[in-house]
């Protein structure tokens, strides 16, 4: 069943889903992994430029998965085309892949999404998508890598 804008609210209130399994490093760990540029989006919850992202204007059939641990996220048939810059999904793979938390930053109060397996930082989640969901996650493109079929 397609997740909605209340239940984005109560994951984000009440708790998330549990993880099919969790991957924990330390921060130095993370930093050997990673490019100094992923490690800032994912870790430090930085944002890329609009329209600088490598998988933006990627519609290739395949799967989305985490840049830091692998696991999938989204699927290339819940892409969608937003405008935003950025690339934009309507729904995760499987409900338990992301984590919600709401993001008092920038005094905007807004729902952040990482991946649920390492915590990663990937962007954020509005309730202006495309129906029947209405969803539209916003994603980083560094966070993540295309797994093509
Ligand atoms: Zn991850």
């Not at 993880?19 to 130095?28: F, G, L, M, N, Y």
């Not at 048939?77 to 405008?83: D, Q």
Request: glycine letters at 8%.
């Amino acid at each position: 069943m397609a997740l909605t804008w209340k239940d984005i609210i109560h994951f984000s209130v009440k708790g998330n889903p549990t993880p099919d399994t969790r991957v924990e490093k330390s921060e130095s760990e993370w930093k050997q992994l990673l490019t100094p540029e992923q490690f800032r989006i994912t870790r430090k919850k930085g944002t890329e430029a609009p329209h600088s992202g490598a998988l933006c204007s990627v519609h290739d059939a395949g799967k989305y998965g985490c840049i830091c641990c692998g696991t999938l996220l989204f699927d290339s048939s819940i892409k969608f085309e937003s405008g935003t810059g950025w690339p934009s999904f309507t729904q995760p793979i499987k409900e338990n892949a992301i984590k919600y938390i709401k993001d008092s930053s920038f005094g905007m109060v807004r729902v952040e999404v990482l991946c649920n397996t390492c915590d990663a930082h990937l962007g954020h989640v509005f309730p202006d998508g495309p129906p029947p969901s209405g969803l539209r996650y916003c994603i980083n493109s560094v966070s993540m890598k295309m797994i093509k079929e």
